[in-house]
DNA sequence: CTAAATTCGTTCGTACACATACAATCTGCC
DNA sequence: GGCAGATTGTATGTGTACGAACGAATTTAG
C-alpha cells in the first residue's frame, strides 16, 4: 500500500525523484532550446522544423507519397497531415493522387518550395552548429554518436 | 527577428543536408522513444511526462504558485496552465488564491496525488533506464553529462 | 506618493504528436 | 475469382508548447 500523507516531503527512498537529472526532462529542455533557436534563425520563410524536414526529404526523393515521407521524418500519418496541409496552403508543395494506386497521394516541390529550401538549408546547418554550441567538437562527435545508439 | 538571410541562392552544395544527421531531427526521435516508453510505463495513472514532473516537483516543494511551478518544470504559463487544469479536474492537486499576492495561485497535492505520485515515482526511475538501455554505464554517464551542458 | 514597470495568470491562435476509429483500396493466398 | 488482411489517408479528441495580447495586482523609481 502507498504510505501515508505526509506534512513535509516524506523521507522515503522511492520517492527520492530528482526531475532535473532524468533524461526525459533533459531532453524535453534541450528540444525546448532547439526549437526557439530553430525559430530565430531558420530565416523569413519561417518555417517549422518538421515543416522543413519535410521539404528536406521531398527534395531528395522528387516524388514521395504521404505515407512513406512520414516514415522517412519519423511522423506518424495523423500528424503528417497537418503538415502537408500547411505546406500545400503556403505553396510549396503541390499533390497529385497516384494513378497506379488510387489511396496514394503522390507529393512533389514546386518551384517556391524549391527557393525555399535552397534559401533555408544553409540555416539549418548553422541551426545545428549552434545548438551544438556548448559542446567542444570532441564533445560534439560524442554526443551524436550517443543519440544515434538512442533513438 | 527576422535576420539577415542569405544572400543569395546557394549552390548546389549547400543543398547537402543530412536531415538524419541533424541535432534536432535526433532529439525528436529521442523524445518520441522516451514518450513511447513513458506512456507503456507509469502505471495505471496514466500520467503524461509533464503533468508527471509537475507533480513531482509540487510534491518537493509542499506549496508553490503556479508560475513558480512553471520555472520548476520548464514550461511557459500558458502550457502551465492547461496541465495544471487538467490535474485539478483529476483530483490530484487543489488550488487556492494567495492572501498575501492576490495574482497567485497557490498549488498543493491532495491525498489522491500524493498516493498517485507515491505509486508512478518508481516507474519514473524505470522509464528514465529503459529509455537510456541502450547505452552501456560508461555511455550513459557521458549521455547525461553532455546533455545537460546543451540545456 | 503617484507613474511606470513588472509579475501573475488567462485566453486565443497556431503547430506538433499520437491514439483511435474509419473508408477506400490494394495484395496475397486459396 | 474472391475474400481476408494489410496499407493509405482522413477525421476527431486529448495533450503538450509557445507567442501575443490582456487585465489585475504588486513593486519600483522618481
Redesign the interface.
Known amino acids: 500500500m ?2 501515508q ?2 506534512e ?3 523521507p ?1 527512498e ?2 527520492d ?1 530528482r ?1 532535473e ?15 526557439a533557436i ?1 525559430a ?2 531558420i ?2 520563410h ?1 518555417l517549422t ?1 518538421t515543416q522543413f ?1 519535410a521539404l ?2 521531398i ?1 531528395d526523393e522528387g516524388i514521395v507519397s504521404q505515407n512513406k515521407l512520414g516514415r ?3 511522423m506518424d500519418p495523423a500528424t503528417m497531415q497537418g503538415v502537408i496541409a500547411r505546406l500545400l496552403d503556403r505553396g510549396f508543395i503541390a499533390r497529385a493522387p497516384d494513378p497506379k494506386d488510387r489511396r496514394r497521394a503522390l507529393l512533389r516541390l514546386t518551384a517556391e518550395g524549391r ?1 525555399a ?3 533555408s ?5 548553422l ?2 552548429r549552434e ?2 554550441a ?2 567542444d567538437a570532441r ?1 560534439r562527435a ?3 554518436r ?6
Open positions: 502507498p504510505q500523507a505526509a513535509k516531503p516524506a522515503d522511492e520517492l525523484y526531475l537529472e532524468q533524461v526525459g526532462f533533459l531532453l524535453r529542455r534541450a528540444q525546448q532550446r532547439h526549437t530553430f530565430a534563425r530565416g523569413r519561417q522544423p524536414a528536406a526529404k527534395h522517412l521524418t519519423a527557393a529550401f535552397a534559401e538549408a544553409p540555416n539549418g546547418k541551426i545545428s545548438t551544438l556548448p559542446l564533445e560524442a554526443f551524436l550517443l543519440l544515434t545508439k538512442l533513438v
